[in-house]
């Protein structure tokens, strides 16, 4: 049995998604598999050194949490030119923040690592596409997370689709969001980093989820036409990780209607100013002339229209009809695995093995590009069209 190692530069995992999604629930969780194994003689096993600033921060994760999820040690260091020049290291990772992603990745480039990070690369097309061009022409694998694509309801949504489910898809209602907290009110602290709620640190609802509803849409039903859409900044204030109080400048609900190339109307709610009385944190309501699907995080609820109830407007008397009746749960007939890790075995194998994988820096620059529209759209008060990248 070949163990072929890829070492990986794990950058910036100390946060919020590095920590929990990438280090412990894709690559620990890899490797506690026993690596990806590619067919009978072979497996490709992840070898991360983790990097940051900070060594207080980095080590508890490499020691105390990865002696509990794989039973030993990882290495780590504040050193990242030396991590860059060691040729064992042949991916570089970057969770830090979004702001943060353009130096890493063009120090990557130079050390000549295939190249893998969060979204959004950047908060500016033009700088999102200098980052693909620049991958691109020094002839580097790359690849953006686009991890929605993989949660298990949109999967189902994906099956049903290929079913015939829909019939013809009319429109698809996403709704996002729950409330998150302003860190001001006494026990109730916030539970995203203040950033977030910065436009100067790169934060704003919009950068942040029109780069996820751009791949799911496109993957999911179809190219985006054109869009309109409007931003607010529901709450001015909020109280930083330090318990400053601070001035939100970004974005923190968005409104959006994308029209397909196809005429399908696709209209997203966001917002972190919301309290949830629905299926889940995300709903995507997919409705067809034979057929509706309401999908959450994982599970997705079906309607035919032969299970179509008629209502009858009259608030005189209670409603007659429980309208959450007459839907069925789509079984779960595979295990799902975790959405991140199966996009990082993807990777793994794109790099080890040449494997095509489509979820580039060029794809993830076509997210920051309709965020950015969207400013427009809000800014100007109109509608924009989607120019092809
Ligand atoms: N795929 C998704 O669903 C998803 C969800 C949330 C956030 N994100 C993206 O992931 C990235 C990180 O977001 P987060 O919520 O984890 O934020 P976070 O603030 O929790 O984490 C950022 C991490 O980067 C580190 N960092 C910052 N500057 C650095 C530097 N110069 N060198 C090294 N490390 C540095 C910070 O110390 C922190 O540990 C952002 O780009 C964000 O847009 C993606």
Redesign the pocket.
Known sequence: MEIRKIGIIM?????????N?HLIRSILAIIKQGGVKVNDDMVLMPEPIL????AN?LKPLATEVAKREIGRELAYTTD?DTALGDSNNQIFFD????L??A??IEKAVKAGKAIY????TATETKEALRLAELVEKAGLKNGV????LWLPSFRKIAMLKDLGFFGKILSVRGEFGYWVFTGIDRDQPAQ??S??YRAED?GGIM??MF??WQYVISNLFGPIKSLVAYGNTDIPERRDESGKIYKATADDSAYAIFVLEDGTVCQFNSSWCVRVRRDDLLTVEVNGTKGTAVAGLREVFVQSAAETPKPVWNPDIPQPINFYEGWQKVPNNIPYDNA?KIQWEEFLRHVALDEPFRYTLREGAKGVQLAELGMQSWKEKRWVDVPAL
């Open positions: 950058n910036g995992v100390t946060g919020r998604m590095g920590t999604q990097t940051g600033r900070n921060k990242l969770a830090s923040g979004t943060q992603r130096g890493f990070c969060e979204k959004p997370v686009q991890d929605k995203r980093p950033w977030n790169g950068i942040d780069c996820h991140f």
